[in-house]
């Protein structure tokens, strides 16, 4: 098959593949001596840099020839996810974190690893109960790169992801306080609300008033009342997230989630579920 054939063999390979290649050329008007549409030549491939070898083209139950896309499969799925992972609002330097490519070089790592991989591959089953997670530790530590890596494994299954920061979440729903339309205020909230998975990042930067505490508490409420599994990345530490977002707040989440120290000295692990 790899050298070239005579055109005596072209002819007897064609009567062999019948009708369907012969009424192709006859119907399309080409080159008898084209081969490029006998089934036989097929399926075609092109070599993508990064993935290697894809098919463009393919003969099917009928002997005919169809052609695909000339696109890399994997770079077109790559760049699907891409486009997810911006409407998800997810930071352009955590775009291409992955489980794979999170470094582990001590036993705290691989058991984070371990429990986000495990929640985001079982997202489905943590959403039924509500399952939350809080990520605490100083920056730096690796919560945004995990965060990512569950955001884009819980896309890619079809179910839409939100991040957002405590500020930005704060920010939009007093936004709408400046009209006098009182309903937006619920309508911002029942946005937040209605994501399949939100993450909330640097929850306890912001000052931290009553008020705000107020903003962060509906929100995670409405979410949880609806089984709706939300995540908090915080730098502070469990002390100091439990303080920001209140007793009421920080059990909602804990319940039936888990809570990740990001220290890599010691962690503590969900009260119930995640081990
Ligand atoms: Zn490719």
Request: hydrophobic letters at 35%; glycine letters at 10%; a negative charge.
């Amino acid at each position: 098959m790899a050298m070239p054939e005579k055109p005596e063999n072209e002819d007897r390979r064609m009567a062999r593949v019948g009708d369907t290649t012969a009424d192709l050329l006859a119907r399309w008007g080409f080159d008898p001596d084209n081969v490029a549409i006998l089934p036989e030549r097929h399926p075609q491939y092109r070599e993508c840099e990064r993935h290697g070898r894809y098919a463009i083209s393919i003969v099917d139950e009928q002997g005919v020839v169809r052609y695909r896309s000339p696109v890399c499969p994997v770079c077109a799925a790559e760049q699907a996810s891409r486009r997810l992972m911006e409407s998800a609002a997810i930071p352009k330097r955590y775009i291409d974190c992955g489980f794979d490519n999170y470094v582990v070089d001590l036993p705290g790592q691989q058991t984070v690893l371990e429990v986000c991989r495990e929640y985001a591959e079982h997202f489905e089953e943590h959403a039924r109960h509500g399952d939350c997670l809080i990520f605490c530790g100083n920056p730096g530590t690796g919560k945004n790169h995990l965060a990512s890596a569950i955001a884009r494994t819980v896309l890619a299954k079809g179910h839409s992801v939100l991040h957002t920061t405590a500020y930005d979440l704060i920010a939009r729903i007093r936004e709408t306080w400046k009209g006098s339309d009182h309903g937006r205020e619920r309508e911002v909230i029942c946005g937040f609300a209605e994501v399949g998975l939100l993450m909330i990042d640097e929850v306890g930067k912001t000052f931290g008033s009553d008020g705000e505490r107020i903003h962060l508490f509906e929100v995670i409420d409405h979410r949880y009342r609806d089984l709706r599994p939300t995540i908090i990345l915080s730098n502070e530490d469990v002390e100091g997230v439990e303080r920001y977002l209140g007793t009421a707040a920080f059990d909602r989440l804990c319940q039936g989630g888990g809570l990740l120290r990001f220290d890599w000295e010691s962690h503590r692990r969900g009260r119930r579920g995640v081990r």
